[in-house]
């Protein structure tokens, strides 16, 4: 059984006003799982990311999360848009008092992983979609996250591009294996990234199915293409009309 990174018990959140966001989730992650949170919008599921993350406290029932090497990726790739690709991936290191040393040398392996080497000097404004969302991709991996929370990060981008990035996603999930818990609206999306995938109901957002995918990693991108994604898919998307109710 792989390290427990994260774990919540009953959490609820109920924000000022008493909108209730959340209501009894169980859900674990662990070292090697990569799962996916799919559910309709403002069931909660940002939500759940920010108490991972921190951000917010339940209000009720216990989140525990056993690290502090976290990475966070939002939907926008929040860049410093005077700051270079480099000057942007050190940004995190810089904030930790790493040197400018182990700083630099850091930035440079991870936007080696990325795929964005040749691109240190440009600036956000002269980059692609894609590669913003790669250059956010780089900052977090900086720290080395045990923990990775992605909030819709490729939700903006066109299909070809989403695709190559959940493929450069996946690799980078091999190759280092933290735990990442993963927030998209695309139900293939999920099933191509994820070990599991959990659906959530409309709000307050509570867990109405999980769904093992059984693929091997390292994914081919092909499997996209099969019977058994499709089945797999379509049992998901299933769960999320029925928990939509």
Known sequence: ???TLLDFTNVEMTFPGSTVALRGVDLTVGRGEFVTVVGPSGCGKSTLLRIASGLETASDGTAQV???RIGYVFQD???????????NVELLAELNWQTKAVRSKKAAET??????TGFEKHLP??????????TSLARSLTLDPELFLFDEPFGALDEITREHLNDELLRLFVETRFAGLFITHSVSE????????????GRPGHIVDQFEVPFDMPRDPDIRYTGA????????????REGHH
């Open 1 to 3: 059984m792989s390290e």
């Open 66 to 68: 056993s690290t502090d």
């Open 111 to 116: 936007i080696e992983l990325v795929g964005l």
């Open 190 to 201: 999920a099933v191509y990234l994820s070990t599991r995938v959990v659906v959530m109901s």
């Open 125 to 134: 404004r002269q980059l692609s979609g894609g590669m913003r969302m790669r």
């Open 229 to 240: 994604f499709a089945e797999l898919v379509g049992q998901v998307s299933h769960a999320l």
């Open 77 to 87: 790739a929040t860049l410093l848009p005077w700051r270079d690709v480099q000057a």
